[in-house]
């Protein structure tokens, strides 16, 4: 919350921090895609409300979210899965054409693991429920940016999916051993921290060889990535 200090007789303004927080300064822009109106104007509302986080648009439809993104994209796109016209997996596989560097939320009102999957799939970077608490709803948002984890049950489709489409070897890739095993753990479901942990490196770093994995798999998002390994069987046996 901005703290307002006052002593020479001009006021200034301090933005305060949570030390683990990972979002830049600067407002996050985020577009809400949902066809049903209270829906998308509560969320709106709720974006406007919290600090570092900007609504850039709301929109019905897909096709008039594409549109609007031709002249201004947003960092993030709250979209749902179910939309009249174009769907929402449509809508994500051309947001992730058109403009590589939006991240993909999707909404959904139940924790449907194939439209999920196929979401992710699609390039989406992680989900979050309709009904999730407000909380629940901006710390997705958040962490979007850094790595949303997929939950286990998804994580187990993507590892059966593997056994589909020719296998490639990560040397292929000139990836190192080290890249390997984060892309593994992506391929997992696991979030960066718990990737930081598990391997006893900074988030940072974990950051830093995961921007390498996409420069050398040419893909821009984890869902891209992960869609990548499934595809050539990466981890297959």
């Given at each position: ?191 960066y921290k718990k990737i930081a942990d598990g391997l006893f490196i900074s ?35």
């Amino acid at each position: 919350m901005p703290v307002r200090m006052y002593g020479t007789g001009i006021s200034h303004t301090v933005i305060t921090q949570n030390p683990s927080e990972t979002n830049p300064p600067a407002s996050l822009e985020v577009a809400v895609v949902e066809d049903d109106s209270v829906v998308r104007s509560t969320f709106a509302e709720l974006i406007n409300r919290t600090p570092g986080l900007a609504c850039l648009g709301q929109f019905r439809t897909c096709e008039s979210a594409l549109e609007a993104f031709e002249k201004k994209p947003p960092r993030v796109a709250l979209m749902d899965i179910g939309l009249p016209g174009m769907s929402g997996i449509e809508g994500a596989r051309k947001i992730k054409e058109r403009f590589p560097l939006v991240d993909i939320l999707m909404l959904t009102v139940y924790d449907d693991d194939e439209k999920i999957f196929q979401s992710i799939c699609a390039g989406a970077s992680g989900y979050v429920l309709k009904n999730s608490e407000p909380a629940e709803l901006i710390r997705a948002i958040l962490e979007i940016q850094t790595g949303a984890p997929m939950t286990a049950s998804i994580a187990r489709r993507v590892l059966s999916f593997v056994r589909r489409g020719p296998p490639i070897r990560s040397s292929d890739l000139d990836l190192t051993p080290r890249e390997f095993d984060i892309l593994q753990s992506l391929v997992e479901g696991l979030s960066y921290k718990k990737i930081a942990d598990g391997l006893f490196i900074s988030p940072l770093t974990v950051h830093t060889h995961i921007k390498r994995i996409y420069e050398k798999l040419q893909v821009h998002s984890r869902g891209e990535a992960v869609s990548k390994a499934m595809r050539h069987r990466l981890f297959g046996r």
